[in-house]
């Protein structure tokens, strides 16, 4: 089947935004895949093992049951936790300055009128872009949260596009932060319902991943009259919670696209003048 363009710019109901993403990402997915395999991939494994390293030499020594060792183990556990996050922050930011370029490229030139030779030199400009948003993000969330839940939620589903506006419009993160909490507003139910469905995809495929390690935890339960200490797990464990880490992090590019849609969604509605009703 000949595969078409798929157009940004227009205004799209709930329904057309998720469809119109998964189809983009299926007529794109060699591309994308290259592109993530050469420039963000390495990252992406690096955090992964990361991730079971803090999991299986760090977490596993934490003793909450002897409250002189927890004291003694908080400032460190805290120091690996700060830096664990932040280099989570800084793969993600990666992953989605990358894949915005990408989708940059492909809304202003068009389908196959560019080549990754030519936007690769964007990759970790936007990516710092995308790594400076993704801070001020997750401080105001983080903020937020700590009054009461809900104005943490009301922040990150406010600002959740300020990533692709900050890439795509580049007017700096001032003005991305503005212009996210206009669309946003104007439909904000809408943002975050699609928002939750990407996340809640994104999920799924991790907790289907992860059906061995919750077999392997409740047979240890079941079976010793000791609780086994992580540390003790096979070798085979820890791959396949890094190959989980590995994908769940890659199909994060699942709520980017949504998001991409949602702003082009957004802008038509709100002040079309700006933005063309067609693609070049």
Not at 32 to 49: H, K, S
Not at 120 to 147: C, T
């Amino acid at each position: 089947m000949e595969q078409k363009e798929i157009r940004f710019r227009k205004q799209r109901d709930l329904g057309v935004i998720i469809s119109d993403s998964f189809d983009f990402l299926k007529q794109e997915s060699q591309a994308l895949l290259r592109m993530i395999g050469i420039y963000v991939l390495p990252f992406i494994v690096l955090y992964a093992g990361a991730q079971v390293y803090f999991q299986r030499n760090v977490l596993s020594q934490f003793d909450l049951s002897n409250p002189e060792s927890l004291m003694a183990d908080i400032g460190p556990f805290y120091l690996n936790l700060f830096m664990f996050m932040f280099f989570g922050l800084f793969v993600q930011s990666l992953l989605v300055g990358t894949y915005y370029s990408y989708l940059e490229a492909y809304i202003k030139h068009g389908k196959g009128n560019f080549k990754l030779a030519d936007i690769s030199p964007n990759f970790f400009s936007n990516s710092f872009l995308a790594l400076g948003a993704n801070l001020i993000f997750v401080i105001i969330v983080f903020f937020g949260a700590m009054m009461f839940i809900v104005p943490g939620l009301y922040f990150a589903n406010t600002l959740s596009l300020i990533v692709f506006i900050l890439i795509f419009e580049k007017k700096g993160i001032g003005d991305a932060m503005s212009r996210s909490w206009k669309l946003v507003n104007s439909s904000w139910w809408n943002t975050l319902l699609l928002n939750l469905i990407a996340l809640i995809i994104v999920y799924v495929v991790g907790l289907v991943l992860s059906i061995p390690s919750m077999i392997m935890g409740i047979s240890s339960t079941i079976f010793s009259s000791e609780m086994t200490n992580p540390t003790d797990y096979p070798n085979w464990f820890w791959v396949l919670n890094g190959i989980s880490s590995v994908v769940t992090t890659t199909l994060l590019i699942i709520p980017f696209t949504f998001q991409a849609f949602q702003y082009f969604n957004l802008s038509e509605r709100n002040d079309p003048t700006t933005t063309p009703t067609q693609q070049k």
